[in-house]
Each structure stands twice: as C-alpha cells, then as structure tokens.
C-alpha cells in the first residue's frame, strides 16, 4: 500500500516521458515490476559532476544486483520515452552500514522476563526496524524513533542508550599497492582544529578491522586532524605503535576518507573502516541504502546495576549484504 501510494502520483505525472530525474525513476519501475527500488539523480549531482547524463541505482527484490546485461535492456526501453538527448547510466547500490552499540536497562519488577529474554526481544525488534525502515534508497536512519522502537520491545524496560558507527566496507588489492576513496557522505566527527595539540599522542573517530601490513596485525585510525594512519598494537604495553603516519587524508566535513598507496599483505575478508558521525541521524544520497551491522546489545538491571546479558551476534540484513564500496583513485573511477 505504501508503494503504491508514493509511486502511483509520480507514475502518473510522467505521463510516459522522461523529462526530470524523477521520471526515469517512475518509469524504469513501472517497467521493471521485479524491481525493489530505483533512485535517480542528474550527474551534475555526482562528486565531480558529470554533465549530460542521469544516473539511476537499481534494488533487486531478489539479491543485491542486476547484471549488465539485464542493465542494458533497461537502457534501451527507457530511451524510448527519453525526449532529450541525455545519456541513462545505470549504476549498483552501495551500501553504508549503522552499527549501534546498544544499552538496555530493565526494572525487573515490571517482568518475569530474565535479562536474556528481553535482549532477545530487543534483538528482533532491530531486525524488524530494518526490514521497515531501511533497506531502501532515501530511507534515513532516525537515531530518536530508532532506540524508541527498541524500547517498546517490553513494557519493563526503562532506558535505552546508544552510540553509532558508520561503516563502508572494502577488499584491498594484496598483490600491487593502489589508492582508495571511501564515502560516507556525512560530517566525521573530529578532535578539533588546533594544531598546537601534540597528535602524535591522540587518535580521532576513524578506526577499521584487521589487516596485516609489513607483517603484523595492523588497524587504521586518524589524527583528529585529518590524517589517516596505520597501526599496530604493542603486545607488552598495549600501546599504538604507528607503521604508515601517512596513509592517508579524512575530510571531516564531506565525510570522505582517501587511502594511498595501500598494499596489505593479507586481509581477513573485507576490511571494516568506521568513523563516528557529528550527528545520529544519518541520510544516504544518490546510490546508498542504509543498513545495521555488528549492532550489540547490553541488557542491564536497573535495581542491582548489574549486566545481565550480552547480545553481539544479530542477523540483520546487513549483516549478509556486502558490496564493495570504494573506488580506486588509480583506474580513474568516479565516486557517486
């Protein structure tokens, strides 16, 4: 019913012609009914802007991509309703993934519930706000109607409290060393713009999993000032020792992360680059579609103050949906 009512008016205000940006969307749906989502934008919009051109990110209802053949007989069908001579390029979905860390307190009062049933409960309703209110394009992450929604999950639950991460995922090359861009096109937190602090001591809001570099366990992490580093933790004193002081640049306020000449030795699957957001509520543009990954949850008893439960494996969709989302400064690709 929600479908049909935001796609029904945009159908019907195409009157089968592809003149804006919304049209090419309305349209490339009510020919492709398989079709889960589309999203348009024109390409001056595209970091550079790339002038002439619409670009369309197609959903699947079924899997996370179509191939290109099937890309090139949406192309065609759609050039004739095309009244101007504007280029259709079709592009995959790339996904930036929420990953909260949640804290849940109980009155045990209220329930017979243990603290493990209510963080399984706690743990559906993730699931579910999700499936409802992500997963597709312009669907944007509401930080507040987020831990309301979890909080709702049993009537004995008195507090909810969280932090997020954003996440972009990406597979390094291990045989040549290359550039990468990765975009999460909102503001990164960070320590702040005096340059009179001694950096070398602090580290910001960019972190990452595993990977081996010149032969150790390795992490990135930023300055707080924009630069981007490599580094290992020393066994003995647990302290950060850095191997690459200058792997790379963060731009706080586009969100933009650069990677240079990186060549890791071994990568454990696809390495996880987080960075906290300025603010909870995050909005994809263009080709993202916001999912939840690596969310944990603690469930805490209000009376004794005591952890009872501790939930970190949560099957959301995000947790199985991978695309790559970076793109290689060296092939000359653009970033949307």
Not at 45 to 70: D, F, Q, W
Not at 126 to 148: G, Q, T, V
Not at 318 to 335: E, K, R, W
Request: glycine letters at 6%.
């Amino acid at each position: 019913i929600d479908s049909i009512r935001f796609n029904a008016p945009r159908a019907f205000q195409t009157q089968n012609r592809a003149v804006s940006k919304n049209d090419y969307s309305s349209l490339i749906l009510s020919l492709n009914p398989d079709l889960a989502a589309v999203n348009s934008w024109g390409g001056e919009e595209n970091m550079p802007p790339i002038y002439g051109k619409v670009y369309v990110a197609v959903k699947p209802s079924v899997g996370t991509l179509i191939s290109t053949a099937r890309k090139s007989l949406i192309i065609e069908k759609i050039k004739e309703y095309n009244v101007q001579s504007i280029d259709v390029v079709i592009v995959d979905p790339t996904y930036l993934y929420i990953v909260p860390t949640i804290t849940i307190r109980y009155n045990p009062a209220d329930t017979e519930l243990s603290g493990s049933n209510i963080g399984d409960l706690v743990k559906q309703k993730i699931i579910a706000y999700e499936a409802s209110n992500l997963n597709l394009f312009s669907k944007k992450f509401r930080f507040s109607r987020f831990l309301d929604y979890i909080s709702n999950a049993e009537p004995s639950i008195v507090g909810a409290t969280a932090g997020i991460l954003m996440q972009r995922k990406f597979a390094p090359s291990i045989v040549r060393a290359d550039d990468y861009v990765l975009s999460f096109n909102q503001q990164i937190r960070r320590l702040g713009d005096s340059k009179k602090v001694i950096t070398d001591l602090l580290y910001g809001y960019v972190s990452s999993s595993q990977f081996t570099y010149k032969d150790r366990v390795s992490y990135f992490d930023d300055d707080g000032f924009g630069t981007l580093r490599i580094y290992y933790e020393d066994p003995i004193s647990g302290k950060r020792i850095y191997t690459n002081s200058t792997a790379g640049e963060v731009n706080y306020e586009s969100g933009v992360v650069y990677i240079y000449s990186f060549l890791p030795s071994e990568i454990f699957g696809e390495i996880q680059l987080n960075a906290r957001p300025i603010y909870e509520d995050v909005s994809p543009i263009r080709n993202q579609i916001l999912l939840i990954d690596g969310a944990s949850i603690r469930v805490v008893n209000d009376d004794s103050n005591r952890v009872e439960s501790t939930i970190t494996s949560i099957d959301t969709i995000g947790s199985t949906t991978s695309l790559s989302s970076v793109t290689s400064s060296a092939l000359g690709l653009v970033t949307y």
